[in-house]
């Protein structure tokens, strides 16, 4: 079946201009992740999606962050006034159910991934 | 807080070399241990996992045991092959949200 989407692939802004990255996660999947992978920072998360609220936001860096999911599946990361302290990777995950994720059923599907490139 | 210390890298073996990435974590109570792989061009995957203390996950020939003693959870291979080449990435969860903590990703880099 299929994975877990991210669009675009790539996006290249400029300092200051506002930007959206989408993640369709896998059907049926009611738990959504976003992460952040940086060159400084290594891999980090950013938020957690249960159906489409947001209980734990303790990983956006600033307010310029904010993140919504609709519907139960899709959720949009979007980040105000780019920075060039902004670039990364932005990776989504899903899985079928909240909890721990050692637990069985619970493990987290990757997306690619959005490149983020801001000028 | 919670954190996960790896070895830094790049890791350059030859072919049929063995393999051990170290991984050490600081956490409250029991997290769930990982090691996820990032192959070149592809996203990150799930390698192998294990949930509780003296487990011992295994996938594609890599091994990691959980061991509370030493807070580690160190990955191993017997015979590395170039397409095992790629960015191993530990990581622990704790919360009941189910959320990731990782290290910072050993490349590992396999010649023939």
């Known amino acids: 079946g299929a994975g877990v989407s991210q669009s675009p692939s790539n996006k290249v802004t400029e300092k200051g201009k506002d930007v959206e990255l989408r993640c369709d996660p896998i059907s049926g999947h009611t738990a959504l992740y976003w992460y952040r992978q940086s060159l400084g920072q290594g891999l980090e998360f950013l938020i957690y999606f249960q159906g489409n609220s947001a209980p734990d936001k303790s990983g956006l860096p600033s307010d310029r962050f904010s993140a919504e999911r609709t519907g139960g599946s899709v959720s949009t990361l979007t980040i105000q006034r780019t920075q060039q302290e902004d670039s990364a990777v932005y990776l989504c995950?899903?899985?079928?159910?909240?909890?721990?994720?050692?637990?069985?059923?619970?493990?987290?599907?990757f997306g690619p991934g959005t490149r983020l490139t801001v000028l | 807080g919670n954190s996960v210390t790896q070895m830094e890298g790049p890791v350059t073996l030859s072919e049929e070399a063995f393999l051990t990435i170290n991984c050490t974590y600081t956490a409250t109570g029991y997290p769930s241990l990982f090691w996820y792989v990032q192959y070149p061009g592809e996203g990150l995957q799930l390698l192998l996992k294990a949930t509780k203390a003296d487990d011992k996950g295994s996938n594609k020939g890599f091994e990691a045991t959980y061991r509370k003693e030493t807070t580690s959870f160190h990955l191993e291979k017997g015979s590395v092959q170039v397409s095992d080449s790629a960015v191993y990435f530990c990581?622990?969860?704790?919360?009941?949200?189910?959320?990731?903590?990782f290290g910072q990703g050993t490349t590992l880099q396999v010649k023939p």
């Open positions: 990581a622990l969860s704790r919360s009941n949200t189910g959320k990731l903590i």
């Open positions: 995950a899903s899985s079928l159910a909240a909890g721990l994720a050692g637990a069985r059923g619970n493990e987290q599907f």
